[in-house]
């Protein structure tokens, strides 16, 4: 009779936890409500995109494998015309960074409203740059990312951009990493943009969609305590000279966001789930949306009212100081981005690491984690200990097959 109790008692709390996860899941992974929200605006022309008719009306894109980690930001595995990406959708518009705050929901607000009917492609390409300076702030070549932005929003490609692909491009722009992508669409590690719709956008595949770990059924993952899951995460890494290479396209992106050709971008977001990699051990980054234009993030931080440093953070890793005799937060980033890199690579590529290079590389990366922005020429220091570590890991692949 007690074996049958505790029997039945196990049944029950299983079948509880299955319950309270599937419905967890369901509002993570809403894609069908992002697509009827896409296809009923293009079905009555206010937005349009090369993505829209495969979406709406051939259904030749559609959604795999949810990826969602926040029900406003759906993200999927999917197919489109037989080829494999990414598909991203916002269930909420994102106008201003949110540091904690939730925003409208998206049934609420007027989607797709600007630019207006009557607006001349002149007057667009005014809007596309004053929203670029504020972002970005007062770059000389911000004309020339204008008539970047106007190519990518011809999605026909018939040399001129219709209202409903405008309408599509101010809903994306108000997007870091869609503008992101569209900076630095000839840069390796950043994933190639396919198409879009309306405000949802279609991008490179990545065969590995996190730095290391194994993928596992959501059912399985609730019986698996989480400093378990970690030690497992670490045993299912490629080879460590594999895992150099992947560190060396990590540290070759931050000198892509680092003083770019628009400004700097910084990473607030620095986890092994926004990276992956692909068939040919390349870093490539899966989720970009945490990595935002330091002007903007300096101007919408620097006014917050803070009790202590944990209220000037945005992301999980852009922090900056409470100033405790104006109780607001300063604007200066505490720590750049290469430190927040090496302190996601240490135990990565420490693990496994040869013998010979083990010292100088830990060495090398305690030094990198320790760099701070205040720091007196921190951009030499940068420069310095990026180039270094390179090149460390550089000569002891160089010879092998995984280079």
Known sequence: MKYLFFSWLAVFVGSWIIYVQY????????????????????????????????????????????LSTKPNNQMYLGIWDNLPGVVKCQMEQALHLDFGTELEPRKEIVLFDKPTRGT???????????????????????????????????????????????????????????????????KEHTPKLMGFCGDLYVMESVEYTSLYGVSLPWVIELFIPSG????????????????????????????????????????????????????????????????????????????????SDLDCVYGTDCRTSCDQSTMKCTSEVIQPNLAKACQLLKDYLLRGAPSEIREELEKQLYSCIALKVTANQMEMEHSLILNNLKTLLWKKISYTNDS
């Open 120 to 186: 001349t492609v002149q007057k667009f390409k005014e809007m596309v740059y004053s929203l670029f300076k504020a972002k970005l702030g007062d770059q000389g070549n911000l004309s020339e990312l204008v008539n970047l932005i106007l190519t990518v929003a011809d999605g026909d490609k018939d040399g001129q951009v219709s209202l409903g692909e405008a309408k599509s491009a101010w809903a994306l722009l108000q997007l870091n990493e869609f503008l992101l992508m569209v900076i630095l669409q000839d």
């Open 23 to 66: 419905s967890t899941y369901t509002e993570l992974c809403r894609g069908k409500d992002c697509k009827k929200i896409i296809c009923d605006k293009y079905k009555t022309g206010v937005i349009d995109g090369p993505a829209c008719n495969s979406l709406c009306v051939t259904e030749t894109l559609y959604f795999g494998k949810c």
């Open 228 to 307: 378990f899951r970690r030690s497992m995460d670490q045993l299912f890494t490629p080879s460590w000279p594999r895992k150099a290479k992947i560190a060396i396209g990590l540290l070759e992106f931050v000198e892509d966001v680092f003083h770019g050709p628009y400004g700097n971008f910084l990473m607030c977001d620095t986890s092994a789930k926004n990276l992956g990699y692909n068939d040919k051990y390349d870093l490539k980054m899966v989720d970009m949306r945490k990595i935002v234009p330091e002007t903007n993030l300096k101007e919408l931080i620097k006014d917050r009212h803070c009790e």
